[in-house]
């Protein structure tokens, strides 16, 4: 209901069957009638029901967000992103003129969709060479080569996926490639343990995929 009422930021509806009318308020808060309760109960139940349908149409999110989070060692790593489909695009999505490039910051890349990727770390870990402190971080990748990415860690956080200040990076570090067999469809972080106080972080998508190792402190 919620999302279906913030398609009209003028109106907002407030429907009361506990009592005797109904309000309908708009922009500024004029009152512009009073209904019946009965009146108002139809009213409430033709805007859920424009609603329901709104969404079922709308169907599943483009973009779903999604965590990988795992344990290395006694630390806890979590990665937070919205998984992008391929839906066709492939050998169209890192090229120069391919999807990441419309990007306002290309080439660096929100690797991801929607808001922009976050790492949690509850403890100090080394991401190849790049010594991370506990906390929370922003990453993107650098994908100038698209064969050879560099993992960027940045300190902000919360921004939208586009908005990118180099100025607040902590640090880049180059990932190792692969080309995963068969193609991967939905964008996918994963976090691997490799024993005590090692692992991988690795990130996949189309026909690209890149790692690079997890040391926790």
């Known amino acids: 209901m919620r999302e279906f009422l913030g398609l009209f930021p003028q109106m907002a509806a407030r429907c009361d069957n506990q009592r005797v009318g109904a309000v309908l308020l708009f922009e500024g808060g004029s009152r ?92 100090g870990i080394t991401l190849g060479s790049l010594k991370v402190p506990a906390g929370d971080y922003t990453l993107f990748v650098d994908i100038s080569d698209p064969d050879n990415w560099t993992l960027i860690v940045n300190k902000q956080t919360g921004q939208w996926g586009l908005s990118y200040d180099a100025a607040q990076d902590l640090g880049k570090v180059k990932m190792t490639m692969t080309k995963p067999s068969p193609p991967v469809e939905n964008l996918k972080y994963t976090i691997t343990s490799l024993g005590t106080d090692r692992g991988e972080l690795k990130l996949s998508w189309e026909n690209h995929a890149g790692a690079v190792p997890i040391t926790a402190h």
């Open 32 to 123: 512009l009638k009073e209904q019946s309760s009965h009146e108002a109960s139809a009213c409430c139940t033709s805007l859920l029901v424009a609603a329901t349908t709104l969404l079922a149409q709308q169907g599943p999110p483009k973009s779903p967000s999604t965590t990988e989070t795992a344990k290395i060692g006694s630390t806890a790593i979590t990665v937070t992103y919205s998984s992008p489909r391929v839906n066709g695009r492939a050998g169209h999505i890192y090229t120069k003129g391919g999807l990441i490039s419309r990007d306002p910051h290309y080439p660096v890349w929100r690797a991801g969709a929607n808001a922009a990727t976050k790492l949690h770390t509850d403890g």
